[in-house]
DNA sequence: CCTCGCTATGTCGTAGTTTAATGCAGAGAA
DNA sequence: TTCTCTGCATTAAACTACGACATAGCGAGG
């Protein structure tokens, strides 16, 4: 687990390359150098012009957005190394909350220093670009899934992804991710119903190729996941020349 | 209509401040200064990394991705002053495929272009990144319209947000605005049969709401349009303090 | 103990898909 | 001109995946 600010991403970037450790905590806020979130805490609300924003170290969260008739959309699942609040510091508002489902370290800084790293350290802000760019990867990805899938298709594709960043973050253990979200996080996220997502769950649990419980996922058969929730980004079939 | 170079919005985000206009175009490979794509064309693949990017002067397009299963999700509509191919820019390879569905006139210029920018003018280099904030508000507004509501109001939410885009780009004639799609292609972006969006569009029709016939679209009642598509955005209800 | 939040499962109605058939305008050929 | 072909809009009928509702179980916390 990442617990140290050493590994925050924007340290990686080069946006603390001449701070010290302390100087990198922003500290007249919180007492201690990093902010931390409990379970359920709302850290960013859509609208809000925070003056920090955040890189997770450590726990997870889901970024989503309500809608007039109260329904809720799951935007996206905050990992470890994930930035929060980005939005924020560019156009000035955030345009989805985030919200912790578990206990949450942050690295806190504020959002004037995005502004000396694009003055100072060009090739840096040139790679915070690639940042924004992958969230809105993971976007289209998610829209692709939600507006083409069918349930089974959908709950498959959501559990695979999971799967696959968590291992990349080096939280696989014998095929078991952390899962620290409720069904019907999983089911605002995918635009299906909680009842029904339970019961693809449940067929997915009876074909023996997942389990998910007590905020554990165990993948059982990586590559049936893989297969039942089929990718995006293949290119279209070759219009016939003739 | 916006034809001239000078309203390209790289123009105004300060790219090519110091530039000629004959230098601001790519001369090289198009023997106008303007590269000209025809309807039907693709202008960039899912998956191609190329080394210019576009600026849309007139005309419009779609953002689609390709499904393994042959779907087609289409994740954004491109409209004159929007840019094509910031995703290869940024980061090396593009994320969907890119069509014009009108002919359409673009400012076409070189990736290397861009690195400068950074170099040089960090405060534009910022503003861009305003540019790349907006496209993944767009895609999340989309996804919560996806993912959340009925069919009904899938088709008035991205019909009321034509109506507005074009309106704030001033080709708005008396209520009627262009709109060069096929009813295939707003059921992709929904995540609808063409069939269920054909019967939709009726629905709204024999209410009279909207006419969309010959590539136009007559909104003949703004606020009912918008009431039916109500929109994302909402702060949470407030949780009972009790 | 009871309540609350979450998971689990069955029944039923409907919104949406699939398939198919019709119409209609534009383009190309004779 | 007239015929045909092609792409798109339209409408109907049959089927189904999914949502709504109801109900039960289970563990945590007051």
């Not at 109260?70 to 990992?79: C, E, H």
């Not at 060009?122 to 760019?133: E, G, I, K, S």
């Not at 080096?170 to 952390?178: F, S, T, Y």
């Amino acid at each position: 687990m990442k617990t140290d600010c050493e590994h925050c991403p924007l340290r990686q970037i080069g946006l603390f390359e001449e701070m010290t450790k302390d100087e990198v905590h922003y500290m007249s806020r919180f007492k201690t150098g990093e902010f931390v979130a409990q379970p359920g805490t709302e850290i960013l609300a859509e609208g809000a012009s925070s003056s920090q924003l955040y890189t997770a170290l450590d726990g997870m969260g889901l970024r989503y957005k309500t809608l007039e008739d109260g329904s809720r959309q799951v935007v996206g699942f905050v990992l470890p190394g994930d930035f929060i609040g980005l939005q924020s510091g560019v156009m000035g508002e955030m345009r989805h909350s985030v919200e912790a489902t578990t206990r949450m370290t942050m690295c806190v800084f504020n959002r004037s220093e995005l502004w000396e790293l694009f003055k100072n350290q060009p090739r840096r802000a040139f790679d915070l670009t690639h940042v924004a760019a992958t969230e809105e990867f993971l976007l289209g990805e998610m829209l692709a899934a939600v507006g083409q899938m069918d349930g089974l298709a959908k709950i498959a594709w959501v559990l695979n992804r999971f799967f696959t960043r968590l291992t990349a973050l080096g939280l696989n253990e014998n095929d078991q991710v952390p899962l620290p979200y409720r069904q019907q996080d999983v089911a605002d996220a995918m635009g299906l119903s909680l009842v029904h997502t339970n019961k693809t769950l449940a067929k997915l649990r009876a074909k023996g190729v997942v389990t998910w419980s007590d905020d554990t996922l165990t993948v059982h058969r990586p590559d049936e996941l893989a297969q039942l929730g089929f990718s995006t980004g293949v290119k279209p079939a070759q219009r016939p020349l003739i």
